[in-house]
């Protein structure tokens, strides 16, 4: 992937199968590309669901090793087909049975499988974004209107990762994340449309998250904003 970046390695870097190189283009590359951020957003639950889950023995194996090192030996071996295709087929099949755990997630693709402990009985509904916003330190910002929320955000490499948690909003509405630097620069870290229906108002409880990413450094950062496409301020956070 060195050599260009492609769409279809959301799949390896979702999974950890991408070398330091191909994986700060690819971060790069998705700083720009939204389409590329919302598949991540579906696939990132993939790795966490195949870490520390025994092989499917339909033949026999080797010995039992976690279902992401199988993955990976086999990107290995399949170096030379089409980057990215082996890894989402492959989370797209996996409904694995292995210590009392069902494993699975909703691909862009539309193939969907849950997280559920059968002992517990529980399902896994936390998606990538509310996980990070729930086991981070959540920023409350000051909304308009009735407009809630905050953001939990962290330092990369290549700028600055946020969750963004939303409530209080009705649409049809088209929204985005901004970061304002304290130059005054503003970078766009995700967009996003609002169904009539709206987040975490009645009728439609559930509050919106959302991954988002900015080049600009967390240190160089002076304040988030929520605005619509029309320019009007919904929420700001300041850090």
């Not at 620069?185 to 996003?192: D, I, Q, S, Y």
Request: glycine share 16%; proline share 6%; hydrophobic share 40%.
């Amino acid at each position: 992937m060195t050599a260009r970046v492609e769409h279809t390695d959301v799949g390896a870097y979702a999974l950890g199968l991408l070398d330091e190189e191909d994986r700060e283009a690819f971060e790069a590359h998705l700083l720009l590309c939204g389409g590329c951020r919302a598949e991540l957003s579906d696939l990132a639950g993939v790795a966490s669901a195949l870490n520390g889950i025994g092989p499917v023995h339909d033949e026999p194996a080797p010995a039992p090793g976690p279902a992401i090192d199988l993955v990976r030996r086999k990107r290995s071996a399949d170096r030379r087909s089409r980057r990215g295709t082996f890894v989402i087929g492959m989370a797209a099949a996996v409904t694995l049975v292995a210590g009392g755990l069902t494993v699975g997630t909703q691909l862009s693709g539309g193939a969907t499988v849950q997280v559920a402990q059968e002992h517990s009985g529980h399902l896994n509904h936390l998606g990538p974004a509310e996980q990070f916003y729930a086991d981070g330190r959540p920023i409350e910002g000051k909304g308009i209107d009735g407009v809630t929320g905050g953001l939990v955000v962290e330092s990369k490499g290549w700028g600055t990762h946020a969750a963004l948690k939303l409530a209080g909003v009705k649409g049809p509405l088209e929204c985005e994340l901004v970061s304002v630097g304290r130059s005054g620069e503003r970078r766009v870290m995700t967009g996003w449309s609002v169904p009539p229906a709206g987040y975490g108002v009645p009728g439609s409880p559930d509050p919106l998250y959302m991954h988002g990413g900015s080049a600009t450094p967390l240190k160089e950062i002076d304040h988030f904003e929520v605005v619509t496409s029309a320019g009007k301020r919904l929420l700001t956070v300041r850090v």
